[in-house]
């Protein structure tokens, strides 16, 4: 008698054979399902699933890793974003952090969150140690200094993705948001509100890829109003608080009128409210702002402020089933989000 059809006493334990004689699948398949893998159907992993629940089944995660060769662990690498409260973590991505967090438990993988300098040589370590199977890249600072550590890891076979700006460069998956979209976004809801000289703060050059996008979305967004784009109402900044405050400072001293700012993202934007609330501008009344990401901070400032939304929770899905595929030597592609508006009272 086969695995697959024997009967099983009632003081014996349930094998993934039994589950799959019961669900008409291979055994194979049931151990994609139940670790999540991405290849097998929701409709297939749902009844899987529920029959492993009826049986009583637990999968032993050690014996299944060593099986596979595999640490069944994920590597997640925040980089430093030195930050007002000195957590030097951008809180956009502490807010992603709970979707991967979620996605690696259903997918059977625990997760190793791991701080990072940029300057160090975290490009080394995690995989060819087998700490991990793959890693996750959060944040990363200077793109241009950041590509060289991306095409070491690539050489050295490295499985991993990336959150940041989809550009054509072929060296990581990347995931991230259509930060074009978000900009024009941005700038057509201020057009709306009758804004028709728009500044905009943050540091768009190749460097910071994202910031440049959001930018170059703005100026579609004011060209296709037949509006002008005034060299003179950019001032960079990166994305912190502080960043955003001296920005606007140097904004306000160029003496160039502006009735609505952009900013690329939201401590940029809460930054630059503060200098305009100091200098007794009011914001929506003389100056309409709205930001980019929809931090938590976002909703609670006076005006709570208007943003552009990056969908955190879709991103840490999409991180984590595509680095599984490229654990598993699948095809992977690059993934655009879609933001969306999120209006409040600051435009």
Not at 37 to 60: C, F, G, W
Not at 273 to 294: C, N
């Amino acid at each position: 008698m086969t695995a697959r059809t024997r009967s099983r006493g009632a003081g014996d334990k349930p094998t993934s054979f039994d589950i799959a004689a019961l669900a008409g699948v291979s055994q194979p398949t049931v151990s994609r399902a139940l670790r999540g893998d991405p290849t097998v159907s929701d409709a297939t992993r749902m009844r899987i699933e529920a029959i492993a629940h009826q049986l009583n089944y637990k999968v032993d995660k050690n014996a299944s890793s060593l099986r596979r060769g595999q640490a069944m662990t994920i590597a997640l690498l925040f980089f430093e974003d030195p930050m007002p409260d000195g957590t030097y973590i951008n809180p956009f991505f502490l807010s992603m952090l709970g979707s991967i967090l979620r996605t690696c438990a259903a997918r059977g993988y625990d997760l190793l969150t791991s701080f990072q300098d940029l300057s160090a040589d975290w490009h080394k370590d995690y995989e060819d140690s087998r700490k991990a199977d793959g890693i996750i890249l959060l944040g990363y600072g200077d793109y241009e200094v950041y590509k060289a550590r991306l095409e070491a890891l690539r050489a050295q076979g490295t499985h991993f993705v990336r959150w940041g700006s989809v550009d054509p460069d072929g060296l990581a998956t990347t995931i991230g948001s259509d930060n074009l979209a978000g900009g024009r976004a941005a700038g057509e809801h201020l057009i709306a509100r009758g804004r028709r000289r728009i500044a905009f703060i943050g540091q768009a050059d190749d460097h910071y890829p994202e910031f440049r996008d959001r930018y170059q979305g703005l100026q579609t967004a004011l060209r296709a109003a037949e509006l002008p784009v005034h060299p003179g109402l950019h001032a960079d900044a990166l994305s912190v608080e502080q960043g955003g405050y001296e920005a606007m400072q140097r904004l306000m001293a160029r003496d160039i009128p502006f009735d609505g700012l952009f900013a690329a993202s939201d401590l940029i934007a809460l930054g630059a409210m503060r200098a305009l609330a100091e200098a007794g501008i009011k914001v929506p009344d003389d100056v309409s702002v709205v930001g980019f990401d929809d931090i938590p901070a976002a909703a609670t400032t006076q005006p709570p402020l208007t943003t552009v939304a990056q969908d955190y929770r879709r991103a840490g899905e999409v991180l984590v089933d595509t680095l599984l595929r490229r654990i598993a030597d699948q095809t992977t592609q690059a993934a655009l989000l879609q933001p969306r508006l999120v209006v409040r009272g600051s435009s």
